[in-house]
C-alpha cells in the first residue's frame, strides 16, 4: 500500500553534515505526519525528528539545533537535515509515514522504511 525509500547515509566524521531523504510511494493522498527514527546498537528506536502535513514539528532534544526536517505534501518526501554531527548519532535511521491516507482504503496506515545506516567516526 504504501513503501518508504530512504538514501543519503552513510560515513559522516564529526562535525560534519548529512542529508537523509525519503519518498513515499504507493497510492496516498495524504500523509498526516511523516519523521525519522533511529536506532543504535542495542538500543530502542527513537523518535529524532517528525512534522505534520500542516507543518508542525518537534524533534528530540539530542539533535534540536543541529537537525531539520523538511517535506514536500505534493511529492510525498520528507528530509531531514543533521549537522555537527556526533558519534552518539551513529545508527539506522528509519523513515516514518504516520497514518497514510490511501486512495480506495478507509483507513489510514502506517509504513516504515528499511533503513539507511549513518555512521559518525573519524
Known amino acids: 500500500q504504501v513503501q518508504l525509500a530512504e538514501s543519503g547515509g552513510g560515513l559522516v566524521q564529526p562535525g560534519g553534515s548529512l542529508k537523509l531523504s525519503c519518498i513515499a510511494s504507493?497510492?496516498?493522498?495524504?500523509?498526516?505526519?511523516m519523521a525519522w527514527y533511529r536506532q543504535a546498537p542495542g538500543l530502542q528506536r527513537e523518535l529524532v525528528a517528525r512534522?505534520?502535513?500542516?507543518?508542525?514539528?518537534n524533534y528530540t532534544d539530542s539533535v534540536k539545533g543541529r537537525a531539520s526536517i523538511s517535506r514536500d505534501n505534493a511529492k510525498n518526501t520528507v528530509d531531514l537535515q543533521m549537522n555537527d554531527l556526533k558519534p552518539e548519532d551513529t545508527a539506522v535511521y528509519y523513515c516514518?509515514?504516520?497514518?497514510?491516507?490511501?486512495?480506495?482504503?478507509?483507513?489510514?496506515?502506517?509504513?516504515w522504511g528499511p533503513g539507511t545506516l549513518v555512521t559518525v567516526a573519524s
Open positions: 512534522m505534520t502535513y500542516g507543518g508542525t514539528t
Open positions: 504507493g497510492s496516498i493522498y495524504k500523509i498526516y505526519a
Open positions: 516514518n509515514a504516520e497514518r497514510a491516507f490511501v486512495y480506495y482504503i478507509e483507513d489510514p496506515v502506517d509504513a
